[in-house]
Every structure is written in structure tokens, then in C-alpha cells.
DNA sequence: TTGAAAGCGATACCAG
DNA sequence: CTGGTATCGCTTTCAA
């Protein structure tokens, strides 16, 4: 059986009570006392059973991380960042995937509720609705998304497709398609808004194409509908469905960035390792989560939503070679 | 204050027992019974507090992951398949990233070893020894590693070696150059193990390069090593280091697969994606998840270690363009 | 500064 | 088949 508080107590010959002092608040105790407390966990390997603290203090120490699909090579950095920053405070990371189907993202978050202290929700593909039900139950901190009544973490999209029309446009584009990610997705209505915002100061033609997946599947199945529109450059939702893109352009035989410029979102690690390399607009991933977690431990310490709640950060384009003169 | 099963009881105006009974084991109770049970709970949105639980029963439903770096894209696709065969258990997953840190994985699986039922180990770095300490303590299964005292899963290396050396022996080469990952790691022993015998038996001469971080980077800082060896052909630790070796070879100009052909290992997403396409070694890797949580299911289950507690995976060449003629 | 004791919420045993 | 009750390990009053 494992070694409880109890056995400590024996060994240090005090009272459970102070040994959970000792542990929990050093300077409440006689400095003596906490020696021997300390000495005696030690030399037992005592670590706390946090199921039973959290049965009485109603904290578990954990924070919940539900996103849509872990093989998309965003959401890795992201969770990475979220854990670094979640380690610092002391908090373990419970993670769910849910493999895009927003059927089973409230129904997990219910699940996992009463194992965690709060959520971070990556791009939650659920309605704005089934989310909130959630509001004033659980902390929860949004990220890639904005949902009111939640804080949230997002990228500035709009300036990114700015940024990314500018570029199209120098180089003498003007009429561009555009390979939508999911319906469901609140990164990709945000993004289609942008670039609709920039196309028109621009005066660029926008083709829309697609929902599709957000994978290089979904890209390689849009690319014969770009090629059969009129557009000379396409913007992805994402760098996934770039790289798909790029492939069946390639497989085609058509010249990139000669016929058909590419760029992408996001700026995963692929995108400057592909050839041409991936025009994208980059995001700071790390980031994310670490100010999703700083948000989350507000909120959580103070059951108030914290002051800054809705964090926008900046986006950059990154132009490589996937981009070129029209 | 959430609703607890005393509530429950009182709405239903049964015992706290007959509500426990009714919902862990239906047909222990009257059928009526029951049925007042499940409605108050589902009235209330009753859900059973976990921590309470695991208190008594000493399970906690959890199961821990423990990887050394979520940005090496192998291992998403494996948390990824651990998810969905753990969920269709009623499992949830803790994950830790170790950010290949061999000094943090202990403390960490002590840290968890409370919260969760058993673990699954990715490709741990630390010493056999310090992992053994937790034999007969934690139920444990280890992924991509072999240990005495733990079931494993792991890859047939020594016939992905054995593939990868015949292709390129038929191609004309008869000196390779290996680079290899981190010496902690069991794989790259396990991988150069195989790599030694398949040359020696096909009587050609092995370079080792290395030991580099399993990263784009290592690769790249080992590309110009290669290129100052008389070796005609490379192979990488793994897919990662290869395109790090493949992006700094053409960088600095040398023709792939003309000069010097470039073998990975891993078969992850970007090896199909590059040009040219990244020849290598792939590996089941949904398959190392659901194996892994099915051996540790039977080890949490029976307290005995399965009975094959040993699992190597097939392993296949994959044949793209860094590969060719000598 | 310390110890005793009352719970937290669920389960499991033992009577009835 | 059902109800009462001890119990899991820890935290937190309340007295001493």
C-alpha cells in the first residue's frame, strides 16, 4: 500500500495535522517540527494523494486541454507551450482530442469537469451555445476563438490577411482564391473575413472555394478547383491545406510560384521545409498558450473574468517561395 | 455547489447506496428503483465526483502519457491512437512532454503515479535503472523501448534497417553514413544495432556521425559532416534529422539523390511532402498505441504481466526520391 | 504551536 | 433488494 500522511505522522512522532502543515505552510510550524516532517516524508517517499486533497480543498491541480485534432502540427506547439507554463505553477495537463467532431467536445468537457481546476479550449468546433451552458461553471479560457461570456486568446487575422493580400497585390495579383477550412471552425470564418475586408480595399477579385478539411488532404482535393478558376494566387486556411495544394499543383505541373501563387496560415515547421518554401502568415504559437494559461490562473484565483480578457496577438507574413510575380 | 449523490438520494427518496448500486450495476436493483434513480440524476445533471471515487476504489480512470518532445510529429500520431483506444475504455489521457529531459521523467512519473492507474512511456531517456525503481509499484508499459520487468511495444528496427541497407546496397552504394539521435535514446541503439548487422552482412562500410538532437536542426548541423565523408548514401535517426539533412544538402547545393541519397525513419506526415520525397523506414504507428494501451488494460487488470508482454511492430521501407542510383 | 476530530463524496460491507 | 455505516487520505476548523 502506498504511504499516507499517517504514516509520516507515526515516524515524525507529531499529528497528521502538523504534518500537513509542515508540507503545505512551512513557517506555521516550529522549525523543529518541520524538520523532522520533512525528514520523515523523505525517508518514506511520501507524496500526497491529490484525489483526497482535492476531495476537500475542490482543487485538483489539473487544467483540461481539448482540441480539435493533435495530428494538425499546430496544436503540438501549442499544447507544449500550455504544459511549460502549466508545469510552472504546478498543474498537470489532461488532454482530449476530438478528432474535428464537435459532437464530442461538450460531452467530454462535462466529463472531464470534476477532474480539472479549468479548460483550455483549443479552435472548440461546438456552437457558441452548447459552450457557454458552461459559463460560471467551470473556468474556461478560449483560444483561437472568441466566444462572449468567455476570455479568449486569438491571432489578428485580419491584419495577417492584410499583410498577405499586400504582398499578392505587389506582385501584381489581383484575382485570388481562397480554400476554406471547416464550417465549424471560428479561425476560418475569421480569416474569410479578413482577407474579404483586404480583397475589397485592395479592389481584388475573391473566388471562394471549398469547405474542406482542414488536412493536406483537404488541400489536395481543392487543387483542381483552383486550377480551374481564374485565380493567379490562393490562400489556404491553413498551412495543411497549403501543402496539399502545393503538392497537386506540383503533381500537375503547374509552375508555382510561375502560375499560381501559394500561401498559407499559420507557419508550421513543413512550411520552410517543402520546396518552394511556404509563404504563410505566422502566428506565435508559443504564445498562445502560455497567455491562455496566464488567463486561465486568473480566472481561476479570482472566479472573475480577468481584466484583459480577450488577447489578440500579432501575426507576421513570412514570405518564401511559394510566392512570386504575377 | 455541485450536486452530489446525497441529492440524488433525496430526490429520489432512496439511500445514497441504492443510488450507487443503481448506477454502477442496474440490474442489482429493482427495476422501479432504478428507474426513480436514473431520473433524479438526470434531473439534478448529476455526475460522479471522480476524486471521491478513486479515493475508495484506487482507480482513477487516468491513464498517464509521458513523451520526450510533442513537437517531433511521431509522437502525436501515437497520443493520437493512444486517445481513441483509451477512450473506448473510459479512459482519460494525462500527457507530459519531457522536453527530452531524462532528469524530469522520474520526478514526473511520481508527480502522476497518484492521479493515474497506469503509464504509457514514449521513448523514455532515463536510465533502465531508474525506471525499474517503479516495477511492481505502477503498472507500466513502454513504448519504443525495451526494459526487462515492463511489457513494450516497439518497432522490428533491425529489419527496417535490414530493407533500407538492401535498397541501397541494389542502388550501388557501398558506404553509408549513419547520423544518430540521442544517446539516451533506446531507439537509436536499437536502430544502429541493426544498421551495423545489416551492413556487415552486405560488406559495407558504416561512418556513425553524431550523437544530434532528434530535430530539423541536428540534422542540418550534421548535413556538412556528411558531406565531408566518403559516404555515397545516409541514413538518419529519424525523419526529422533527415530533412534537416536533406533542406542543408541542398542548400549548399549537392544533388539529392545524385550525389548523396538520404534514408529517415518514422514515415511522419512531411516525409511524403518534401521534393524530393523523403525515402524511409515507416512504423505502425497507430498501431504502437492501441497495442500499448491494450497491454497496459491486461497489466492494470490482471496485476500479472500479459502473457506476449513483448510487441515488435513490422516496420516497411517506404521508397521516395532521396533515394537513388549511385 | 500543536492535536483531536469533523468532514469532503463515493463505495462496499453487513444487516435486515 | 435495500438502508445504515465505516472508510479511503487529506485539510481545516476548534481547543488546548
Redesign the interface.
Given at each position: 500500500m502506498?504511504v499516507t500522511i499517517k504514516d509520516v505522522a507515526r515516524l515524525a512522532g507529531v499529528s497528521q495535522s502538523s504534518v500537513c502543515r509542515a508540507l503545505a505552510d512551512p513557517d506555521q510550524v516550529r522549525p523543529e517540527t518541520r524538520e523532522r516532517v520533512e525528514t520523515a516524508a523523505r525517508n518514506l517517499g511520501y507524496?500526497?494523494?491529490?484525489?483526497?486533497r482535492?476531495?476537500i480543498t475542490g482543487r485538483?491541480g489539473?487544467i483540461g486541454v481539448v482540441l480539435p485534432d493533435?495530428?494538425n502540427?499546430f496544436?503540438?506547439?501549442v499544447?507544449?507551450s500550455i504544459?511549460?507554463q502549466a508545469r510552472r505553477f504546478d498543474y498537470?495537463?489532461?488532454?482530449?482530442?476530438t478528432?474535428e467532431d464537435p459532437a464530442v467536445e461538450v460531452p467530454l468537457i462535462?466529463?472531464?469537469?470534476?477532474?480539472v481546476d479549468g479548460f483550455l479550449l483549443c479552435s472548440p468546433r461546438a456552437a457558441d451555445d452548447e459552450i457557454k451552458a458552461f459559463a460560471g461553471q467551470t473556468p474556461i479560457v478560449v483560444l483561437n476563438r472568441r466566444i462572449t461570456a468567455f476570455p479568449s486568446v486569438t491571432a489578428d487575422s485580419a491584419d495577417g490577411m492584410r499583410q498577405a493580400v499586400a504582398h499578392l497585390h505587389a506582385l501584381g495579383h489581383r484575382r485570388v482564391a481562397y480554400v476554406a477550412g471547416p464550417r465549424t471552425s471560428w479561425s476560418n470564418r475569421d480569416r474569410l473575413r479578413g482577407l474579404r475586408s483586404a480583397t475589397t480595399s485592395y479592389q481584388m477579385e475573391l473566388i471562394e472555394i471549398g469547405n474542406v478539411a482542414p488536412t493536406?488532404q483537404g488541400g489536395t482535393a481543392a487543387a483542381d478547383l483552383v486550377i480551374a478558376s481564374p485565380a493567379t494566387a490562393v490562400l489556404a486556411y491553413n498551412d495543411l491545406v497549403a501543402?496539399g495544394l502545393?503538392?497537386r499543383l506540383?503533381a500537375r505541373g503547374i509552375d508555382v510560384p510561375g502560375r499560381i501563387s501559394v500561401v498559407g496560415f499559420d507557419d508550421i515547421?513543413?512550411a520552410g521545409?517543402?520546396?518552394p518554401g511556404l509563404t504563410t502568415v505566422a502566428i506565435a504559437k508559443e504564445h498562445i498558450g502560455r497567455v491562455g494559461v496566464e488567463l486561465l490562473l486568473e480566472l481561476m484565483a479570482d472566479g472573475e473574468r480577468p481584466t484583459a480578457s480577450r488577447r489578440v496577438l500579432p501575426t507576421q507574413l513570412i514570405v518564401r517561395g511559394s510566392t512570386g510575380p504575377r
Amino acid at each position: 500500500m502506498a504511504v499516507t500522511i499517517k504514516d509520516v505522522a507515526r515516524l515524525a512522532g507529531v499529528s497528521q495535522s502538523s504534518v500537513c502543515r509542515a508540507l503545505a505552510d512551512p513557517d506555521q510550524v516550529r522549525p523543529e517540527t518541520r524538520e523532522r516532517v520533512e525528514t520523515a516524508a523523505r525517508n518514506l517517499g511520501y507524496v500526497p494523494n491529490r484525489a483526497a486533497r482535492s476531495l476537500i480543498t475542490g482543487r485538483t491541480g489539473n487544467i483540461g486541454v481539448v482540441l480539435p485534432d493533435l495530428a494538425n502540427p499546430f496544436f503540438p506547439s501549442v499544447v507544449k507551450s500550455i504544459q511549460t507554463q502549466a508545469r510552472r505553477f504546478d498543474y498537470a495537463v489532461f488532454l482530449s482530442d476530438t478528432d474535428e467532431d464537435p459532437a464530442v467536445e461538450v460531452p467530454l468537457i462535462r466529463a472531464l469537469a470534476k477532474q480539472v481546476d479549468g479548460f483550455l479550449l483549443c479552435s472548440p468546433r461546438a456552437a457558441d451555445d452548447e459552450i457557454k451552458a458552461f459559463a460560471g461553471q467551470t473556468p474556461i479560457v478560449v483560444l483561437n476563438r472568441r466566444i462572449t461570456a468567455f476570455p479568449s486568446v486569438t491571432a489578428d487575422s485580419a491584419d495577417g490577411m492584410r499583410q498577405a493580400v499586400a504582398h499578392l497585390h505587389a506582385l501584381g495579383h489581383r484575382r485570388v482564391a481562397y480554400v476554406a477550412g471547416p464550417r465549424t471552425s471560428w479561425s476560418n470564418r475569421d480569416r474569410l473575413r479578413g482577407l474579404r475586408s483586404a480583397t475589397t480595399s485592395y479592389q481584388m477579385e475573391l473566388i471562394e472555394i471549398g469547405n474542406v478539411a482542414p488536412t493536406v488532404q483537404g488541400g489536395t482535393a481543392a487543387a483542381d478547383l483552383v486550377i480551374a478558376s481564374p485565380a493567379t494566387a490562393v490562400l489556404a486556411y491553413n498551412d495543411l491545406v497549403a501543402l496539399g495544394l502545393l503538392n497537386r499543383l506540383q503533381a500537375r505541373g503547374i509552375d508555382v510560384p510561375g502560375r499560381i501563387s501559394v500561401v498559407g496560415f499559420d507557419d508550421i515547421l513543413l512550411a520552410g521545409l517543402v520546396s518552394p518554401g511556404l509563404t504563410t502568415v505566422a502566428i506565435a504559437k508559443e504564445h498562445i498558450g502560455r497567455v491562455g494559461v496566464e488567463l486561465l490562473l486568473e480566472l481561476m484565483a479570482d472566479g472573475e473574468r480577468p481584466t484583459a480578457s480577450r488577447r489578440v496577438l500579432p501575426t507576421q507574413l513570412i514570405v518564401r517561395g511559394s510566392t512570386g510575380p504575377r
